[in-house]
């Protein structure tokens, strides 16, 4: 009789749910092809419209997973397992991850922003969050720019995407400031030309706009001259150590004394 009992409920289970196990095969299998029809459609889509591929790939990810989180719900529901409790345990589950996550999450959204409105671009100059450097990768959560001496500076995309940024790839080209101090006894004119000598021979100082020589500051022991010449991003270091050395160089040559911190010291006998 018990087994007869298990048998007839076997039965009735069987005919009750094999057509709900098999609608929901097929909407799996159906939804799995429409997610991936849509996620190639998006992504050709932003190839033509141009967006960037760092964000094409986000985008891309981003929307394949959540329909796939749709998709498995509703596949849940077809077979008949209460979905509303699944729902609410995973908007429970995602606030308890969101609050311990915050500063990620934060960094998250501030990779977003980069992505969407492009401050800068990888191979752009920044100057961010103190540090000057070629943007060498935009991650999701950190932005990695490659400084002064080949180091490796890792910025998070929160404070970054909130923070003051100077792109100087905006025009495709950077100024570079230098100062030098000549001795009171020095004739600025002839310092001028000197120094204009030296950065007209640089190969990488652009032409236009032109490189100048203009007085700074009349300090304690220097006139100081400001120099300011004109180059591509990628050559920024270069000009600024180069056109330093040969100043140098050229100042001596031609007799210009650089002066040294000095104090005159006058004994008076009483």
Do not use: C
């Not at 998006?42 to 796939?68: E, P, Y």
């Not at 009171?184 to 007209?200: F, G, Q």
């Not at 500051?217 to 600024?240: G, H, M, Q």
């Amino acid at each position: 009789m018990e087994y007869q009992k298990y048998l007839e409920l076997s039965k009735e289970l069987i005919i009750e749910y094999t057509p709900k196990f098999i609608a929901a095969i097929l909407l799996l299998l159906i939804g799995l092809w429409i997610i991936k029809r849509i996620t190639i459609f998006t992504k050709k889509l932003m190839q033509k419209k141009g967006v960037d591929a760092s964000l094409q790939t986000f985008l891309s990810s981003l929307i394949n997973i959540s329909l796939k989180i749709l998709l498995v719900i509703s596949v849940l529901s077809q077979v008949g397992i209460e979905t509303t409790s699944f729902i609410a345990a995973l908007g429970a589950a995602g606030l308890a991850i969101g609050l311990a996550l915050q500063g990620s999450l934060s960094n998250f959204a501030g990779g977003v922003l980069i992505l969407f409105f492009k401050p800068f671009k990888v191979g752009d100059m920044i100057k961010a969050q103190g540090e000057l450097g070629e943007v060498k990768e935009i991650q999701i959560l950190v932005t990695k720019l490659a400084t002064a001496g080949n180091k490796t500076a890792i910025i998070p995309n929160g404070p970054l995407a909130n923070g003051n940024i100077i792109n100087y790839n905006q025009d495709g080209k950077i100024r570079v400031d230098l100062n030098i101090g000549i001795s009171y006894d020095a004739d600025i004119k002839e310092a001028r030309k000197t120094l204009m000598r030296v950065m007209n021979a640089h190969p990488d100082i652009l032409e236009k706009p032109e490189p100048t020589v203009n007085v700074l500051e009349l300090a304690d022991s220097s006139v100081n001259l400001v120099l300011r010449p004109w180059t591509v991003p990628s050559k920024y270091w270069d000009v600024f150590f180069d056109i330093l050395e040969n100043s140098k160089e050229a100042l001596d040559e031609d007799g210009i004394t650089i002066p040294f911190p000095q104090r005159d010291v006058h004994i008076i006998n009483s």
